[in-house]
């Protein structure tokens, strides 16, 4: 079935710093890739997606390409503020799960200070 | 109108209570979905309606009992829960079979079973 794997978190980044979220997925066919933010006491956000391969989704100065050779869309910035702290989540949706349902990474967290 | 509504923001009810969560959307979505989200872990999904029927059941226990009554909203029943069923409920939509589009979360409702 599909699947995402996530880094390991909690990730603690200092304010201006270069923020990396790997994240590799194994899905038969052709996903969209999505990330998620979810800041303390909400829902989840879309950040940005990709619907195929070498596409690169960008929002609010984060960005992530579909790698399909490397089954992986790894999400960066190149300075992180405060406000970026968050849990972000990798999903993909696939043609195989019935009505297109996610898949989520176990999410990372994301403390960014000052 | 890109946002799914739930409702209420809290709640706390006792282990012999019946209380429902609802959902709204005015997406023309057709897929709508019920996760079950821990602290610090992703979204696990519940349910899943396709045009108004039930297409996916995890597995979840008959103490919650879903409902679509038209295409705008969900339901979510809940009936003589555990504590431990105390989560944040997310409500969800997207377009049914396009995927390459992302799915629109609520922001929640908070759950605690006492």
């Known amino acids: 079935g599909d699947s995402v794997t996530q880094m390991e978190g909690p990730v603690t980044l200092s304010e201006e710093a270069f923020l990396t979220i790997n994240c590799t997925y194994t899905?038969?066919?052709?996903?969209?890739l999505f990330w998620y933010v979810q800041y303390p006491g909400e829902g989840l956000q879309l950040l940005l997606k990709?619907?195929?391969?070498?596409d690169k989704g960008s929002n609010k100065g984060f960005e992530a390409t579909y790698r399909k050779e490397t089954t992986s869309f790894h999400l960066e910035k190149g300075s992180v503020q405060v406000s970026d702290s968050a849990v972000y989540f990798c999903?993909?949706?696939?043609?195989?799960?019935?009505?297109?349902?996610?898949?989520f990474g176990d999410g990372t967290t994301l403390t960014v200070k000052p | 109108d890109t946002e799914v509504t739930q409702t209420p923001k809290h709640l706390v009810m006792g282990m012999t209570n019946k209380k429902s969560l609802k959902c709204e959307q005015h997406?023309?979505?057709?897929?709508m979905y019920w996760y079950k989200q821990k602290a610090k872990k992703p979204p696990e999904l519940m349910f899943v309606?396709?045009?108004?029927?039930?297409?996916i059941n995890e597995s979840v226990p008959s103490r919650f009992s879903p409902e679509c009554p038209n295409s705008s909203l969900l339901n979510l029943h809940l009936h003589a829960l555990q504590p431990e069923d105390s989560a944040l409920y997310l409500c969800?939509?997207?377009?049914?079979?396009?995927?390459?589009?992302?799915?629109?979360f609520g922001q929640g409702t908070r759950l605690t079973v006492v």
């Open positions: 969800a939509s997207s377009q049914i079979q396009e995927i390459n589009t992302e799915a629109f």
């Open positions: 309606y396709s045009y108004e029927k039930l297409s």
């Open positions: 999903a993909l949706r696939s043609i195989r799960g019935n009505a297109g349902k996610s898949t």
């Open positions: 997406m023309g979505h057709r897929a």
């Open positions: 990709a619907t195929k391969a070498d």
């Open positions: 899905a038969t066919g052709y996903p969209s």
